[in-house]
């Protein structure tokens, strides 16, 4: 095959060989080539101002020189054994010494690889089966995650909708549905139903922030009827606060699972609980009937734990998420203040370290709330931003270490123009 050159000549041999075109992830109208600090640059060599950064595990940016050094000094030492590696074992300590609830974990290769384990973790622990989740909330791609994760259709809690072909009916069986801060509902559904092994939430849900007291309502709630509270800290993990959403909002859950920053731009994820819970990884100690099986081919290999481990140093330094939140901030004024300048009604929905605009007077508090009162007018929003060369997921901005006051200038100048352009 003769050396493809222009972006256009990529995309269309993505769709030759890839379903729709894509991975299945982000937009497949752009192929990143490169990026380097808070930058990235397209296979046409446009650059863009990267707010998407791999969809949140590139917190302290792209090549960051310190982690890259210490990747190079891995590699010609090896990149996976599929045995126990000691970088893999220094940084399962680290991540205990800073996450509430782990006493211990079990490295995975995904996030949604990790919430799968943390379910089961649960109904192994508990002997119950079924599980509670929240309309809207994400974590994975396992058949009980795919369970009204974006229905279309609004049907009565705590019904379950399957998102995906290729799910059998029996899953909804076991899977409870519930809206997002809305204790009273959870309150319900917990009276009337048994054999609820587990509540999986997002601390924060996609970038909805939990209303005051919701997280330790659910807390208060799992202990009085004897059911396991997983946070999924795929994203809040090491973004909100070192130790996660457990250290921003104060409440412990007991499981949680990580990703994304753990990893320092390589595949990596955990589940972790205590010792107690987690012994069901161990067949030697709970037997046969009680063991969860669990390998992966990549699981702790030393290129993501070194990577994973100099980032976590990085985010340890005093002021780095001072920075990040400020940085954040700035983030979310300068789109409040040019919306509000040309008269465009907006919600600014999230915390500082992750959020987006939603294009609605409403107050956003769950799935079905937090939605664009005219969604053609968010398309033509981030779609402007990105022909100014600033680049974000269409539902969410994620701030980086690395953005430069150079960036939010230019940000700050891209957001007029796009503000402007929804007049």
Known sequence: ????????????????????????????????????????????????????IGS???????????????????????MTFFANNSRGVELADAICKAVPCCE???????????????????????????????????????????????????????????????????????????????LLAVETILAE???????????????????????????????????????????????????????RYGVIPDICTLGKIIGGGFPLAAVGASSEIMRHFDKEVVGADNWLMQLGTLSGNPIASVAGLKTMEILRRPGQYEKLRNLGKQLQDMQSNALNKVGIYHQV??????????FTNRECSDYRNTKHDKPKKALKYNETLRKQGVLKAPSKLYP???????????????????????T
Not at 35 to 52: K, P
Not at 56 to 75: K, N
Not at 151 to 166: K, L, R, T, W, Y
Not at 222 to 238: M, R, S
């Open 1 to 52: 095959m003769n050396k493809l050159h222009t972006q256009d000549e990529w995309i269309e041999r993505a769709r030759q060989v890839l379903p729709a075109g894509g991975f299945g992830n982000f937009d497949h109208s752009i192929m990143i080539a490169r990026g380097n600090g808070s930058r990235v640059w397209d296979e046409d060599g446009h650059e863009y101002i990267d707010y998407l």
């Open 56 to 78: 949140g595990p590139m917190l302290v940016g792209h090549g960051h020189p310190e982690v890259l050094e210490v990747v190079l000094e891995q590699l010609p030492k090896g």
């Open 104 to 182: 211990q974990i079990r490295f995975v290769t995904s996030g949604g690889e990790a919430d799968m384990y943390a379910l089961r973790l649960a109904r192994a622990f508990t002997k119950k089966n079924k599980i509670l989740k929240f309309e809207g909330g994400y974590h994975g791609m396992s058949a009980e995650a795919q369970m009204s994760l974006a229905p279309e259709i609004e049907v009565n809690f705590p019904q379950a909708v399957p998102d995906s072909a290729g799910i059998p009916p029996s899953v909804s069986e076991d899977m409870l549905i519930a809206p997002f801060n809305d």
């Open 193 to 247: 139903q048994r054999d609820i092994a587990a509540i999986i939430v997002e601390p924060l849900q996609r970038i909805i922030p939990p209303t005051k007291g919701f997280l330790k309502g659910l807390r208060s709630l799992c202990d009085k009827h004897q059911i396991l509270l997983i946070f999924d800290e795929i994203v809040t993990g090491f973004r909100l606060a070192y130790g996660g959403a457990q250290e």
């Open 349 to 358: 929905v999230g915390d500082e370290t992750l959020f987006d605009v939603i």
């Open 400 to 422: 980086s270490l690395a953005i430069t006051d150079l960036d939010l200038e230019k940000t700050g100048e891209a957001v007029t123009i796009a503000a402007n352009s929804i």
